[in-house]
């Protein structure tokens, strides 16, 4: 499901609770071909988002209101910037309807390792402006969410979309792709936030070469994709793990598991995602680390 999913969540049996899955960001491959003149820099990336996420619910309040919960609530609420991001979202929707707007007490299922290069923030307040659109009856057309959802961060239009896609500019032109066989994903993060400006900064090179070409017709096999993406990387690997060394372990653990077809860091890290053959390798493999790694968060999901 992705953040465009909506489940009224008659099935809770409270009335007035609407649900949205805020599915993790996950960058297959990211090179980075430029810099703007504003500092953000200009990439080539394909994205997948797996059932692997936060959840996000709303129903009546008095005021707009967040409550943190799950596993990555009390680092959400140290860090703070990702919880501001859901209530800065609610806030910026609100600007769009000329008439006061009733109050909504938000609760984040905090599933998601912060800061750690899956978007779960962005994914957060994306699903907080589909979530809000329709529990406040707004429907501003898709440019202009859009448009609010570049204000709140780069990543965060395509978290919106939340759909498989080719990723250019700073991450607001979205090509949705088809044609990717489904696969299983093992996501491992070892426990160690990373700043994303300080792994731009470390930034070796920033004017790399455009992902490969993709197949029109997509590609027929799922190894005829692991191919594709053997020869593309991240162009932000090495400089996230100059920052946190733990990456290389994460991707060395993950590589020495004969099930993994390819295994690689996601955004600016920490976080590192392996591709296996179905959903059913990918337990297997997450259930081997969790046993080598009882320290890091592992989870393992698909992309359909
Ligand atoms: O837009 P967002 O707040 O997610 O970006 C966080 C930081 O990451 C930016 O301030 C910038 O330093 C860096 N960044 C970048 N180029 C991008 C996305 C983020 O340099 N395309």
């Not at 009733?102 to 699903?127: F, M, N, Q, W, Y």
């Amino acid at each position: 499901p992705g953040t465009g999913s909506l489940n009224p969540a008659g099935s809770h049996g409270r009335s007035g609770v609407l649900t949205a899955f805020a599915a993790a960001k996950v960058n297959l491959a990211l090179h980075v071909t430029g810099r703007r003149n504003d500092g953000y820099h200009l990439l080539d990336t394909l994205v997948v988002f797996p059932d692997i996420g936060d959840r996000l619910s709303a129903e009546p309040g008095d005021s707009v209101t967040l409550v943190l919960e799950g596993p990555f609530a009390a680092a959400l609420s140290a860090e703070s910037a990702d919880g501001d991001l859901v209530l800065k979202a609610a806030r910026l929707l609100a600007t769009l309807s000329p008439r006061p707007l009733p109050g909504a007490r938000l609760t984040l299922e905090k599933a998601l390792p912060v800061a750690s290069g899956i978007g779960g923030g962005s994914a957060d307040a994306a699903a907080a402006l589909r979530l809000l659109c329709s529990f406040w009856n707004l429907e501003p057309d898709e440019a202009e969410l859009h448009g609010l959802a570049l204000q709140l961060g780069a990543d965060v239009p395509m978290c919106l979309a939340s759909k498989t896609a080719r990723i250019t500019g700073i991450g607001e032109d979205i090509v949705p792709l088809a044609g990717i066989p489904p696969f299983g994903i093992v996501l491992a993060n070892p426990g160690v936030p990373v700043p994303t400006p300080l792994v731009f900064a470390k930034l070796a090179s920033r004017d790399n070469p455009p992902l490969p070409a993709i197949p029109g017709g997509g590609f027929e096999s799922l190894s005829r994709f692991i191919d594709w993406l053997g020869s593309t990387r991240n162009d932000l690997e090495a400089s996230a793990i100059e920052a946190a060394g733990e990456i290389a372990d994460v991707l060395n653990a993950l590589r020495s598991d004969p099930d993994v077809a390819l295994a690689r860091m996601s955004g600016s890290g920490a976080t590192c995602f392996a591709i296996t053959g179905s959903r059913r390798d990918a337990d297997a493999i997450a259930a081997r680390l969790r046993q080598t790694h009882p320290d890091w968060w592992i989870a393992a999901g698909a992309v359909a």
